[in-house]
């Protein structure tokens, strides 16, 4: 063979395989992140005598909690109906709605402030599904760049093109095992310990996909029980490190870039341990929705977590809205009445409320589902059940709520969103296929850009 050819031979060998375990890691991140059990989840939903089950995840020992348990465990005073249209519904007596979010939007323009909407959900958003396609609307309307908050993970983002590994000396815990400690608003914790090496975050730009400008600043969150250091490379080059003394509260760094980084690498040593709570890829100013997937869970656990360390992180994010879609993994479960779930969906809303006072809350309620009955698929029945406690709960604690099933098309509605061409369901009937995310993000940007222009020229006319 001559030299050529073989040099040539060599390259695309080289390439092939890189491609082929690209798209094994492609595929890996659709399994990352392992159900979470809530204790059995047919006894967290049925009736109250089964909630102290719950407290290897989220014990309810505490005072505030049992406050909430009488009052949420009987039948609420604010009831609403389920009605037949697309846009948002607002407890009756909201009469801030979105105000907060409208005027910092409003006022981006020639400061150097941030936007934040923090989008928890279950594996509906998992691979940034629904939240890329409401982040891409937001950010052509107000600006911004970058994918924003993620969780310290092995992580691949097709929008952004960029792909995050990590060295095999992290521990990525999960709520249940860091038992009521946690600290990461994104509920994910990366522990290192002191070692022989420095652990480290590598975050690339995937070249061959010619990627566009994205983000130029970087934004880390963490703490640490004893003296340690951080260094940061881009593209080997070092441009940044300093010593952490010990420390025992979040703390943020942040470095900016004149244009997005190519190859970012993250190294951390440390005498003691050391725990990543979250990082961020975004630009100076803008709107950012940070997608926070919490595969196999029904509601965001904020009461098994730090507070004090919760509290610190948002104060430092200041996000204006919380966005909660959350319910495919209570739909399976048949019970007469969800009382437990309708108290824990309740106490973390309050949570929110105590944690961000200004910023406002949107439920969105459970999309349609189908089981095989008889050999057909089906809805399932206590859809709309379900669906009742997270409109009640808005109402009854002034948040907005979005009826996804009924924009889907009511009873019925995931079947004939798999059998579209192309798929706007998968073949489980319960997820979106990357199509139907894509329509869902892009309704739900509609639908909230909508109402904040509307409340922006409300605010204009009255002044």
């Not at 159900?35 to 989840?41: C, E, N, V």
């Not at 909430?68 to 389920?82: G, P, R």
């Not at 340690?228 to 080059?237: D, F, H």
């Amino acid at each position: 063979m001559k030299p050529v050819r073989a040099f040539l031979f060599l390259v695309s060998v080289l390439s092939l395989l890189f491609l082929v375990s690209f798209y094994r890691l492609k595929r890996s991140q659709e399994q990352l992140h392992v159900p979470i059990s809530q204790a059995p989840i047919e006894a967290l939903l049925n009736d109250e005598d089964s909630i102290p089950e719950f407290q290897e995840l989220d014990s309810i020992a505490h005072s505030d909690s049992l406050l909430l348990l009488s009052d949420v465990l009987e039948a609420d005073s604010v009831k609403a109906e389920i009605i037949s249209f697309d846009d948002l519904i607002f407890a009756p007596t909201d009469s801030v709605r979105f105000t907060a979010l409208t005027e910092r939007l409003h006022s981006l323009p020639g400061t150097k402030q941030q936007v934040r909407i923090f989008y928890y959900g279950d594996s509906q958003i998992e691979g940034d599904h629904i939240t890329s396609a409401l982040r891409k609307s937001f950010q052509a309307r107000y600006g911004g760049k970058g994918p924003g908050l993620i969780a310290p993970d092995q992580y691949y983002n097709p929008p952004h093109q960029l792909i995050m590994t990590l060295s095999d000396n992290w521990q990525n815990l999960t709520i249940k095992e860091m038992r009521g400690e946690n600290r990461s608003i994104v509920f994910r914790n990366a522990l290192t310990v002191s070692g022989d090496e420095p652990a480290w975050f590598r975050i690339n730009r995937l070249r061959f996909l010619d990627p566009q400008a994205d983000y130029n600043q970087l934004r880390f969150f963490l703490y640490c029980s004893d003296n340690s250091r951080v260094e940061l490379s881009n593209s080997a080059q070092p441009v940044f490190q300093t010593q952490i003394d010990t420390i025992d509260q979040v703390q943020e760094f942040k470095m900016s870039f004149n244009e997005t980084p190519d190859d970012l690498k993250l190294s951390f040593s440390t005498n003691d341990s050391l725990w990543v709570t979250g990082l961020s890829l975004e630009s100076e100013t803008g709107v950012f929705v940070d997608n926070i997937a919490l595969r196999g869970l029904s509601y965001p656990p904020f009461s098994s977590s730090d507070r004090a360390s919760l509290k610190q992180m948002s104060d430092k994010l200041q996000p204006s809205l919380f966005i909660l879609h959350f319910g495919v993994n209570v739909v399976p479960y048949f019970s007469e009445n969800y009382k437990a779930f309708r108290y824990q969906l309740n106490r973390q809303i309050n949570l929110i409320r105590q944690l961000r006072p200004d910023a406002s809350i949107l439920i969105i309620g459970v999309s349609d589902m189908a089981h095989r009955v008889e050999g057909e698929f089906v809805s399932y029945e206590n859809i709309n059940q379900i669906k009742q406690i997270q409109l009640e709960l808005a109402m009854k604690n002034g948040c907005a709520f979005w009826d996804l099933e009924n924009y889907m098309g009511g009873p019925g509605s995931m079947i004939r969103w798999v059998n579209t061409e192309p798929p706007l369901g998968r073949k489980d009937y319960i997820h979106f296929s990357a199509a139907g995310a894509e329509q869902v993000g892009r309704e739900l940007a509609r639908i909230l850009i909508n109402e904040i222009e509307y409340s922006q020229l409300t605010a204009w006319k009255n002044n």
